[in-house]
């Protein structure tokens, strides 16, 4: 079973989730898209109202900057699971992001592939982040948690991922980078220590042992 202690304000947690039955979450690239409109635009403390109605709605493209629920500090959405890295800015700010998060994108999914039931394998799994340390290496697992399992081919084709961010790859601009980033004298300082700490992480993958440092017992 996952953390269960109560999410306490300022704190960092890595939340994390799978399919039922390991199944694909995302089927294709209107599915990722549809996701990661979502992991931006409910977080939000304002009214959740039709994503629809929010990304044909000029007056509310921004509607992210608007009270946010948590910050969101990494994300990884893979074909099967994703993982994030927040921070609980509000109480309660993560269990009702990840609430209409998963709702919503649940919906949208039964909705266009004609199916019904739980899409995500229950309530999301938290860990909660205890040191700097932990923080640093948890950034890396996340956001490059497609390299974690080797995701390649096809399937990365619907891989998002914040490195991007990080590396400025991208205009994206979901993630509060500053905790991580202000840390280092640069992005390839971060970069370096990010190569270093992925090497620790799939080698304690292939050793089966020090999984705690990055994500406790829940590792997959």
């Known amino acids: 079973m996952a953390n269960r202690e109560k999410i306490a304000l300022g704190e960092y947690y890595h939340i994390y989730n799978r ?11 209107k599915d990722v898209e549809r996701f990661m409109q979502s992991l931006e635009f409910f977080n939000s403390k304002n009214p959740v109202i039709s994503l629809r109605e929010i990304i044909s709605n000029e007056n509310n ?3 992210k900057s608007k009270d946010p629920l948590v910050e969101i500090i990494c994300y990884c959405l893979n074909p099967n699971h994703y993982h994030l890295l927040l921070k609980e800015i509000h109480e309660g700010g993560i269990s009702e992001f990840m609430k209409r998060l998963g709702g ?14 739980a899409l995500f394998q229950g309530r999301f799994k938290s860990v909660h982040i205890k040191s700097n340390e932990q923080l ?27 490195w991007d961010e990080y ?10 980078k500053e905790v991580i980033l202000e840390q280092f004298k640069s992005i390839k300082d971060y970069k370096d220590f990010a190569e270093s700490s992925l090497k620790e992480i799939l080698k304690a993958k292939i050793n089966k042992k020090g999984e705690e ?6 590792f997959f």
């Open 19 to 29: 399919g039922v039955d390991k199944r694909l979450v995302t089927k294709d690239g």
């Open 167 to 176: 590396a400025e790859k991208t205009s994206s601009n979901i993630c509060t």
């Open 104 to 117: 919503v994108y649940t919906w949208y999914f039964n909705n266009k592939h004609k199916r019904s039931g």
């Open 136 to 162: 640093l290496h948890t950034s890396v697992y996340v956001g490059l948690n497609y390299k974690v399992h080797n995701i390649s081919g096809s399937t990365a084709g619907r891989v998002r991922s914040s």
């Open 213 to 218: 440092m990055i994500i406790g017992k829940h």
């Open 61 to 63: 493209k921004n509607i």
